[in-house]
């Protein structure tokens, strides 16, 4: 890796990482609409992600592959979070924002992790696999 490819590369991932945090905000939208935390929407946020980081990529492999797996597992990082907020504002009579500042980011991390079932990891490793081979094989 030559030094003029860092800033490349540090720009790759924040554009992975701005990807999965806006389709994490979208399946919220989702399993809001559908009245469920819908965790196997993670194999079709694995899906848009990987089409998304695969048309801006140069070229497909393991770079594009990472960057894809990570944007899925943030994404679901971002959704269970979201959804534990949601989950303390209904409860308490609270906007959602007034809930995300108070919580805070430890609380909200926490409910998220303690609302999460075994077959939910299931399903985000799938989401985050099925990424990564998506954005792995070559354009056809």
């Known amino acids: 890796m030559k030094p003029r490819d860092v800033p490349l590369y540090v720009f790759?991932?924040?554009c992975a990482a701005m990807?999965?945090?806006?389709?994490?905000?979208?399946?919220?939208?989702?399993?809001?609409?559908l009245r469920q935390s819908a965790p196997w929407l993670a194999l079709a946020a694995g899906v848009v992600l990987a089409w998304a980081i695969r048309h801006w990529v140069r070229r497909p492999g393991a770079g594009a592959a990472v960057l894809a797996a990570f944007a899925t597992l943030l994404a679901a990082?971002?959704?269970?979070?979201?959804?534990?907020?949601?989950?303390?504002?209904?409860?308490?009579?609270?906007?959602?924002?007034?809930?995300?500042?108070?919580?805070?980011?430890?609380m909200l991390l926490s409910l998220a992790r303690l609302?999460?079932?075994?077959?939910?990891w299931i399903w985000y490793a799938v989401g985050a696999l099925l990424a990564a081979w998506l954005a792995w094989r070559r354009k056809q």
Not at 86 to 102: E, R, V, Y
Not at 115 to 120: A, C, K
């Open 19 to 33: 990807m999965g945090l806006a389709v994490g905000a979208t399946w919220m939208v989702a399993a809001m609409y």
């Open 115 to 120: 609302g999460l079932r075994p077959v939910d």
């Open 77 to 106: 990082l971002y959704f269970n979070v979201l959804m534990a907020a949601i989950k303390l504002a209904g409860n308490f009579g609270m906007s959602l924002t007034d809930t995300l500042h108070t919580a805070g980011t430890g």
């Open 12 to 14: 790759a991932l924040f």
